[in-house]
T-cell receptor, first 112, second 115 residues
Framework: DQQVKQNSPSLSVQEGRISILNCDYT??????FLWYKKYPAEGPTFLIS?????DKNEDGRFTVFLNKSAKHLSLHIVPSQPGDSAVYFC???????????FGPGTSLSVIP | DAGVIQSPRHEVTEMGQEVTLRCKPI?????LFWYRQTMMRGLELLIY????????DSGMPEDRFSAKMPNASFSTLKIQPSEPRDSAVYFC?????????????FGPGTRLTVL
């Protein structure tokens, strides 16, 4: 039973447009959320995070939005670039939850 | 600075053989994690250590899997005997202090194929 869900296995976006990656979670104990990015033949790398006391966190072209009532978060990439093509993992944890749970990932392709 | 180092990068073995995957965490990091990535289940946590002590091994699939961390700079994940369904990419990660909100740094992974 997956506690962190990414229902879109893949997404294609035109270069320069917005990419929106979605993530849903079921465990209300989660209060810290992360996004990791993974290129082929490499390990995942940390991208951005958000605490449940916020509903938005921005870092350059990357913004994460959190809707606690809906148990939903999303990652926005604006503008999308070909180098953003990768697998994006949503992850959840919390101060009262002792490990990080990863979603299955969404493969993003940014088309030049 | 060197990141997390894993070896081998690729391993092909036959069913029934013993497989040992190795990991060297980032120096100074107190926690180490072993993950498995498959198409069906994504990135699953198998086990994690804090200060060389196993904290949670509930993700280890079965008794065929074992992990050790004899010192702060080395860990192994062993599968004995291996089965075709163990084929996956295995990642090791480390983090500075091991809290659930701590950033984890992943190695490049070991791609295991069991024939």
């Amino acid at each position: 039973d997956q506690q962190v869900k990414q229902n879109s296995p893949s997404l294609s976006v035109q270069e320069g447009r917005i990419s929106i990656l979605n993530c849903d979670y079921t465990n209300s104990m989660f209060d810290y959320f992360l996004w990791y990015k993974k290129y082929p033949a490499e390990g995942p790398t940390f991208l951005i995070s958000i605490s449940s006391i916020k509903d938005k966190n921005e870092d350059g072209r990357f913004t994460v939005f959190l809707n606690k009532s809906a148990k939903h978060l999303s990652l926005h990439i604006v503008p999308s670039q070909p180098g953003d093509s990768a697998v994006y993992f949503c992850a959840a944890s919390g101060t009262s939850y002792d490990k990080v749970i990863f979603g299955p990932g969404t493969s993003l392709s940014v088309i030049p | 600075d060197a990141g997390v180092i894993q070896s081998p990068r690729h391993e092909v073995t036959e069913m029934g053989q013993e497989v040992t995957l190795r990991c060297k965490p980032i120096s100074g990091h107190n926690s180490l994690f072993w993950y498995r990535q498959t198409m069906m289940r994504g990135l699953e946590l198998l086990i994690y250590f804090n200060n060389n002590v196993p904290i949670d091994d509930s993700g280890m699939p079965e008794d065929r899997f074992s992990a050790k961390m004899p010192n702060a700079s080395f860990s192994t994940l062993k599968i004995q005997p291996s089965e075709p369904r163990d084929s996956a990419v295995y990642f090791c990660a480390s983090s500075p202090w091991g809290g659930s909100t701590d950033t984890q740094y992943f190695g490049p992974g070991t791609r295991l194929t069991v024939l």
